[in-house]
Structures are given as C-alpha cells and as structure tokens.
C-alpha cells in the first residue's frame, strides 16, 4: 500500500471511529457531576466545576480577605470594592457592579415568581431562593455560634451573627452618629429620620416606615400573643417583644431609671417611662384638645371619639368581606 493509500485508509478510519460515537447534539449536557449531579454541555466546565467540592481556594481579596477556586471569580469580586456599578436598572435606577446581577434583579419587577414551595406555597423569582427557604421548614441548623450557641441554617447567615460579637460596627449614620454591624441596618435606620411613613394600618390609623413593621403592628389587633414568657408566663404578640421582656428576669441589659429605680428591657421603654416624671403634655388631640404625655397615651384616647371609632369599624368590615 503506497503512502497515499495509507493516508486515505487513516482518514476514512478516523471517520469510522467519529460516527461510531454517540452523536452529541448542540447544547446537550453530557457531563456530569459524579458529586452533586450537576450536568455541563463541556468537560472543561465540569472540571473547572468540581474545584468546589475539593474546597481548595487558592485566589484570595488582599482587600478582605475572601477567597475564591478561580482568578476569574477573584477578579469579578475585586469590582465590589472598586464601587463602580456600571449596570443600571432603567425601571427603579438600582446599580450594580456586574450585568448577570442586574439581569437576576429585573426579574423582580417582572413580578414572575415561577418557583414555588410545596410547603407553604411562598414562591420565588430564582431556583436559589426557594431551595435557600426550604431549609426554614427542614428545621435543620447545622451552623452554630461558638459564642452564644445560637445556631443557623446557612454559613452565610451565622458569619452574619458573628459580626455582632466583634462589636465592629462600620456603618454609622450621617445625622445622628448611630452604628451599625450591617449597611442594611444602617438603611433602614436611617428612613426614621426621612419621617415618611407611607404603609398605614387601616385599624387605628398608625403609620410606618416599613411593610415588615405594619405586618409585625397588625398581629396586635388580631389579639393572638403566641409568645409567653417562661418565667411569669406573660404573653407577647411578638417574639422580640418577648425576648425583650426576659431581660427583667434574666438581669441583663436592662435599663434603670435614675429617678425611681425601675428597671426596663430597652432603652425606648425606659425613655417612655421618663414622661412620667414630668409634667409636659407635648401631645394634643386634634379632635379635642386635650393633652398628653406620651404619643401612646394619646393614640389610646382617640380611640374614644366616633369618628375614629367608626372609621376602625368601618375598615374591619372591608377586610372581614374581602
């Protein structure tokens, strides 16, 4: 057989050995993950992949210290400090530092929520978030403080915790000096001194900065305090109200008036007890004119006039029907 024969021979062989393989169509995932399942249309994929599981992080932020399995997601990361958030949201104008977040944040004024739990049927805009919730109902907390004992049901949430151990508190607030262990404490904080309050209860009429704080409000009228205390067995509609007043049992972090001696679980009931020795009626019924000491007091004795009485009624009425 002459060179060229052999050549031709070789290539019509190769050939051969092609179509006998499997025909792997475009897309397809053919490579998978032997340690969590997951499938990748390209074996260099699944490699770079399973750097995860082995744990190995040889990237590390000299800024912060965090480490990474790629350069690239190294590099990716570094643009956090930078501050620069080149992608915009054309909808509610909120920046972010890379396009596939502000692609991920979209989503939400979308107000598509495909993923949906089967236990409680809270539903999701990701995939992540709704296997991130199932942990709630697992009861599963394998993440534990060294310090206090509290434990949790992600990393991420007790690293979280621990910050409030350190005592570090990096972010402080422009007006009033207050500090904070997380920015989003620090931005909800800072909407009490905006003074808006757009969520309002349709009950008694009080207003609220937040959602969250008119949801957490509303359980009062329900009447239903499914949190009681183990030392008195007093009741509380919420469970930091609670853990609140344990403070007076237990002797720690309680706040003392330098006036009577009475103790407090904070530092809002203690200034509230404060009115009570003075003699300043700073709030005024608009209904009647009569002053008060404290704001409590004052929304108490509205609920005495019809007009207010009526309107609460009213709107009980609409929300039994609806």
Same mark, same amino acid.
């Given at each position: ?9 070789? %290539? ?42 082995? =744990? #190995? ?10 480490? *990474? ?20 949201? !054309? ?16 989503? @939400? ?11 409680? =049927?809270?539903? &999701? ?10 942990? @709630?109902?697992?009861? #599963?907390?394998?993440?534990? /403080? !060294?310090?206090?004992?509290?434990? *949790? ?13 350190? $005592? ?7 007006? /009033? =000096? ?40 509303? #359980? ?5 305090? %499914? ?5 008195? $067995?007093?009741? *509380? ?10 403070? @007076?049992?237990?002797?720690? !972090?309680?706040?003392?008036? !330098?006036?009577?001696?009475?103790? &407090? ?9 404060? &009115? ?36 609460? &009624? ?7 029907? *609806?």
């Amino acid at each position: 057989m002459t060179s060229t024969q052999k050549d031709q021979h070789g %290539a019509r062989s190769q050939r051969s050995q092609e179509a006998d393989k499997p025909h792997r169509r475009k897309g397809e995932k053919t490579y998978s993950c032997d340690e969590c399942g997951k499938d990748f249309t390209l074996a260099r994929s699944l490699k770079t992949h399973q750097l995860i599981h082995s =744990g #190995v992080k040889p990237y590390s932020c000299e800024l912060c210290g965090k480490s *990474f399995t790629q350069a690239q997601s190294l590099k990716t990361h570094q643009v956090i400090h930078s501050g620069v958030k080149a992608y915009s949201c !054309d909808l509610c104008g909120k920046s972010f530092t890379q396009a596939a977040h502000l692609k991920t944040h979209q989503i @939400i004024h979308s107000g598509i929520k495909p993923y949906s739990c089967d236990l409680c =049927g809270k539903s &999701f805009t990701q995939a992540g978030n709704l296997k991130t919730h199932q942990l @709630i109902h697992s009861g #599963v907390k394998p993440y534990s /403080c !060294d310090l206090c004992g509290k434990s *949790f049901n992600r990393a991420e949430t007790l690293k979280t915790h621990q910050l409030i151990h350190s $005592g570090f508190k990096a972010y402080n607030c422009d007006l /009033c =000096g207050k500090s904070f262990t997380q920015a989003a404490h620090l931005k909800k904080h800072q909407l009490t001194h905006s003074g808006v309050k757009p969520y309002s209860c349709d009950l008694c009429g009080k207003t609220f900065a937040q959602n969250s704080d008119l949801q957490k409000h509303l #359980v009062t009228h329900s009447g239903i305090k %499914a949190y009681s205390c183990e030392f008195c $067995g007093k009741s *509380f509609s919420d469970k930091h109200y609670r853990n609140s007043h344990l403070r @007076i049992h237990t002797g720690n !972090d309680v706040y003392c008036c !330098d006036q009577c001696g009475k103790l &407090f679980a904070t530092d809002s009931q203690l200034q509230q007890h404060m &009115f009570s020795h003075t003699e300043e009626r700073p709030c005024k019924c608009n209904l009647c004119e009569k002053t008060f000491k404290t704001p409590h007091q004052l929304n108490k004795h509205q609920q005495i006039h019809p007009q207010r009485r009526s309107y609460g &009624f009213l709107k009980l009425l609409e929300m039994l029907e *609806f």
